[in-house]
């Protein structure tokens, strides 16, 4: 008789106390923290690293990059190709500039190596595709992530910056 009564004891501690979970973190009492993505995008903090991308330069309409390949020989995981354009020899500039993003690991080292600073971290980390194909940024996609560039200071304001 006396196990009987401990067993119903026990069952009723038992729901005591998992009612007391379920009130501890009853939704109303304590901060949402969970996001409803896609429909609520989450704030990126300020630091913030994402792919590299190329954006443009407004006044010359074209990214900064002078082909000079050290990108693709820093990149540890060896997804970037650079080519030269040779048609003009006094205007460097690639030809062809693809990464394969599949592969990326966002390690921002061929960003840090570029001599031109022009390779600059994308603010976005919705880059899933349907094919492999589609992760290979090309020239194109990486201008058109990246953006364009502030432009550049009047010789006057650098004057009056440097002054301060
Ligand atoms: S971020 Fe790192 S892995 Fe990605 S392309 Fe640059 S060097 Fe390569
Ligand atoms: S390091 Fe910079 S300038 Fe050189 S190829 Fe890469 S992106 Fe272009």
Redesign the pocket.
Known sequence: MSTILNDIKNSFVSIIKGLKVTAVNWSVLRPCVTELYPEQKPQLPEAYRG??TLPVRPETGRSDCIACGA?AR????Q??TVEVDKTDPKDRKPAKFT?DISR????????EVCPKGCLKPARTFELACLSREGMIYDLEKLNKLGGELPPLPEPDDEKSSSNK
């Open positions: 792919m590299p990108c820093m990149c540890p995981e997804i970037i990464i990326c690991m966002f390690c921002g080292l061929c960003m």
